[in-house]
């Protein structure tokens, strides 16, 4: 009999101390980076225009969804690659659905302040970004395209 009354005990203390979100997808967030053609240096910024990490596209970034109490991250993605005009994409936070689950399992406490707290209400989109580059009139790049293109007719 105690065992059943701690086990209840226990299961509504983990109800109450957890949000439906942070159950189902809790830390950074995966996100698929690539560029036509590969290769492209990608620099990724936040919101507050901070340099957060640089990679070699194609790559995987792990990012925090989470800006601040009940705010979600923005990323701004920097595309450069020598013969290739730069460019940007963004990447923003949007209420994952899991949030509202709090409603029906997770209770106030999981809606108002762990889900918000934690980061876990949001998720990033989009999840994969594939940035065709434009070659720069007169590149290398641009000269190549052309021979291969020359050559085809």
């Not at 967030?29 to 990490?53: C, F, H, M, Q, W």
């Not at 970034?61 to 595309?79: I, N, S």
């Not at 990447?91 to 689950?101: A, D």
Request: glycine residues 10%; aromatic residues 10%.
């Amino acid at each position: 009999m105690r065992f059943k009354v701690l086990s209840i005990v226990l299961a509504m203390a983990m109800s109450v101390l957890t949000g439906c979100a942070s159950i189902v997808h809790n830390g950074p967030r995966a996100v698929s980076v690539a560029s036509e053609p590969p290769g492209a240096k990608v620099s990724i910024y936040n919101r507050s225009d901070v340099l957060i990490s640089t990679h070699t596209t194609p790559f995987v970034a792990h990012l925090e969804p989470k800006y601040g109490y009940f705010k979600g991250q923005t990323y701004r993605l920097v595309f450069e690659k020598d013969g290739f005009a730069p460019s940007e994409a963004m990447l923003k936070s949007e209420v994952s659905g899991w949030y509202f689950g709090n409603i029906v399992f997770g209770g106030l406490i999981g809606m108002l302040a762990v889900d918000p707290a934690t980061g876990a209400m949001f998720n990033i989109v989009p999840k994969n970004v594939q940035q065709s580059l434009t070659p720069v009139q007169g590149s290398a790049a641009d000269v190549s395209a052309a021979a291969v293109s020359g050559s085809a007719n």
